[in-house]
């Protein structure tokens, strides 16, 4: 997967460097709800042949560095330039240079939790009149649920440059052996858990307890049919399926393997993928280590399922965005390089080099693709489906460290699932009142 992102890299999201990019963005949040017209694609400047990129350590970033060479020699004379910088500063560099006008990238590589602070400031050129117009590019080639995946307040400033559900993964000869099936409720997945680790087969299952806790959190109780807040930015996260979900993620820790307590979004797929233990829930990304034999000691042995239903069909959908800056300076020939990797054409070859999947119904409706990497169908979100992303919060580093904190007193039995959310209800609801209103 984008290993450093959903991950401890990650964690730098809710330090001082994350509060800073947040708060900075709200300073100069012009309104997400503004409604505008549709701006035209940018046109490509024939004199400028320069093209500067800012990526971010992934196999999505290695994916597109490995396109730089065609585009080059389909472009002759075009100059493509790579910074890459590590997650933990990345989106506080990429701010405070679009903030400053200094034209310093024409591309910038981001993570959906910064959507939303993006957004609302203006920072990244609106690309509607692109996507609606490109046949190469091809908007129809995605779900409406994955269309939306880069939007703010209706307007698109980032094209999907992953698409990372949260899914149900399982030991394919774990489960052959007891004569079980991957879970389709929450209550069959604790009883596929308790049944392998009765079997002495291995630990029952494997899930986030640790500091990215509040993800599993979150999709357990939206299937649980919860919600964090409603659009007035009315915080909800004591409601009976948090509490349930709480609850949940607590009775499964005993048939998790040691250390389960502590694992963070890494954690939990090196955890599966080299020891003996029944399922996981875990992003889809990360569907690439299983196919090598030097990452996965279970190589051959990897089944994957739907998340199991808790009530409500929810998708936990996370993955990374790709949009050209505010402040581009070659914005024409930026969006012709995101075109040309991106397009439906290349689909195919961005997932051979090792890219998370994206989401394209080209891609997970092939026959071929899916016979050798099934999980593809997984991607395919039905419309009845509730997608869920992170937040989408310009408060969000103080949102994320206050839930992974209750959460993690709740998992250590420190406070109730009830007086935790109580409590974490009136932190939130704090936070909340910085979103002014609208959610």
């Known amino acids: 997967m984008n290993a450093k992102v959903r991950g401890a890299g990650r964690l730098l999201l809710i330090g001082v460097l994350g509060l800073a990019v947040f708060a900075t963005a709200a300073a100069y949040a012009g309104g997400g709800s503004t409604t505008r017209a549709t701006a035209a694609c940018p046109s490509v400047d024939a004199s400028n042949k320069t093209l500067n990129l800012v ?18 020699k389909a472009n002759p004379g075009v100059q493509v330039h790579v910074d890459m910088i590590d997650y933990g500063t990345a989106h506080q560099k990429e701010l405070l240079s679009i903030r400053q006008k200094a034209g310093a990238w024409d591309i910038a590589q981001f993570d959906n939790t910064y959507l939303t602070p993006f957004g609302a400031g203006k920072l990244m050129t609106p690309l509607d009149g692109c996507v609606k117009t490109s046949k190469a590019y091809d908007i129809s080639d995605f779900s409406k649920g994955q269309r939306d995946y880069g939007k703010y307040a209706g307007t698109t400033y980032g094209l999907t440059l992953s698409t990372e559900p949260m899914i149900q993964w399982y ?3 774990i489960y052959k052996k007891l004569g079980l099936r991957p879970a389709r409720t929450w209550t069959e997945f604790l009883s596929n858990a308790k049944k392998v680790k009765a079997s002495g087969l291995g630990d029952g299952a494997i899930m986030g307890w640790g500091p990215n806790v509040d993800w599993w959190w979150w999709a357990v109780q939206w299937s649980m049919g919860g919600h964090l807040y409603d659009k007035s930015c009315t915080s909800m996260v004591d409601s009976a399926a ?6 949940y993620l607590k009775s499964l820790l005993p048939y998790g393997p040691k250390g389960g307590i502590s694992a963070n979004g890494d954690d939990v797929a090196i955890k599966f ?20 034999p030097k990452t996965n000691k279970n190589f051959g042995k990897i089944g994957t399922a739907k998340m199991p239903i808790g009530g409500t069909d929810a998708t936990h959908l996370a993955g990374w965005n790709i949009g050209i800056p505010a402040d581009a300076k070659n914005p024409g020939l930026a969006w012709k390089f995101l075109e040309f990797v991106l397009g439906k054409a290349n689909a195919k070859r961005y997932l051979a080099t090792g890219a998370a999947a994206i989401g394209r119904k080209s891609i997970t409706t092939d026959k071929a693709l899916l016979a050798k990497q099934p999980y593809l169908r997984l991607l395919t979100i039905p419309p009845t489906s509730r997608i869920e992303r992170y937040p989408q919060l310009k408060s969000f580093p103080e949102y994320d460290k206050a839930t992974v904190d209750a959460l993690g007193n709740i998992m250590t039995g420190k406070v109730s699932p009830q007086a935790g959310l109580k409590t974490l209800q009136g932190k939130l609801s704090t936070i909340l009142k910085g979103e002014g209103g609208h959610c």
């Open 171 to 173: 030991r394919t000869d």
């Open 242 to 247: 948090g509490i349930k979900g709480a609850q």
């Open 273 to 292: 993928l080299s020891q003996d233990i029944g399922a996981m829930i875990q992003y889809s990304g990360y569907y690439g280590f299983t196919l090598d």
């Open 55 to 72: 990526l971010i350590p992934s196999p999505s970033a290695d994916a597109i560095q490995k396109f730089i060479p065609a585009f080059k």
